[in-house]
Nanobody, 124 residues
């Protein structure tokens, strides 16, 4: 089992920044990722990283969002800059314990462990 706890969400104006954190504990994991779900929409992949630090970003966030890890703290960060109203969503951290191909790194069906989520609201 992998336990995930997200934090760092909040409300900002468009153009602002937020940093989300995901603290992982329990069993080892191979991938960590961020997903989001806006009201009335399906959950979608935002960004993910594997244990070799290979990262993948959704096209909608490339150049604005950046992943980083603090391995000593088993914590994943998502730095979000130039936020837009369409970034408003509940953001979830997820983990997968085994290898999978890079093309699947934003496929939520590949992730077995999920946090409770943290809300991000961006106002125009």
């Amino acid at each position: 089992q992998v336990q995930l706890v997200e934090s760092g969400g909040g409300s900002v104006q468009a153009g602002g920044s937020l940093r989300l954190s995901c603290a992982a504990s329990g069993d080892t994991y191979y991938w960590l990722g961020w997903f989001r779900q806006a009201p009335g929409k399906e959950r979608e992949g935002v960004a993910s990283i594997d244990t070799t630090d290979i990262t993948t970003y959704a096209d909608s966030v490339k150049g604005r969002f950046t992943l980083s890890k603090d391995n000593a703290k088993s914590t994943l960060y998502l730095e979000m800059n130039s936020l837009k109203p369409e970034d408003t969503a509940m953001y979830y951290c997820a983990a997968r314990r085994s290898w999978a191909p890079r093309f699947a790194m934003l496929d939520l069906s590949r992730f077995s462990y999920w946090g409770q989520g943290t809300q991000v609201t961006v106002s125009a």
